[in-house]
């Protein structure tokens, strides 16, 4: 795109229908098989970027198939398409929900800076602020009252 008038009149077509797929959720299948671009590219948008779901006409019919049939023992290639990271968040979120069933009096500090999950759960993937907000599902109702821990006595 250059930033010629000529090109901005043209381009505001564009726009107009881009704003009705985004905004409305009306989207235009004729509209979107007549450009050019890549359909990982936009689905990756629309899910990490824009946080909204991909067009249903461009989502595969393997994808839907996942989404409408929960995830189970018989589909295993599930956590081969997770990025590395993922993973690692996956794993420390598990190993923080055990760590909260065993003993649900602990903090999220606590459970962070746990040795098992230190050994274990590579907490790294995450700052402690960033723990908190995605582990706020997980955790013990005593985690979550958060305040200020009393002092024992002796």
Avoid at 137 to 150: L, T, V
Wanted: charged share 35%.
């Amino acid at each position: 795109m250059d930033d010629s008038f000529l090109s901005s009149v043209f381009d505001l077509y564009h726009y107009f229908k881009f704003y009705r797929c985004l905004r409305k959720n009306k989207f235009d299948k004729d509209y979107l098989d007549s450009l050019y671009a890549k359909r990982n590219e936009v689905i990756n948008w629309c899910i990490n970027v824009a946080r909204l779901d991909p067009p249903p006409c461009w989502v595969s019919t393997k994808l839907q198939s996942v989404e409408a049939a929960d995830i189970d023992d018989e589909n295993k290639g599930w956590y081969d398409v997770l990025t590395e990271r993922r993973r690692k968040i996956t794993g420390c979120l598990e190993l923080a929900r055990k760590l909260w069933e065993e003993n649900p009096n602990q903090s999220y500090d606590e459970i962070y800076n746990h040795p098992i999950m230190k050994q274990y759960g590579n907490p790294s993937v995450f700052s402690k602020d960033s723990f908190q907000d995605w582990a706020k599902d997980y955790a013990s109702e005593f985690a979550k009252r958060g305040g200020r821990r009393k002092k024992s006595k002796g």
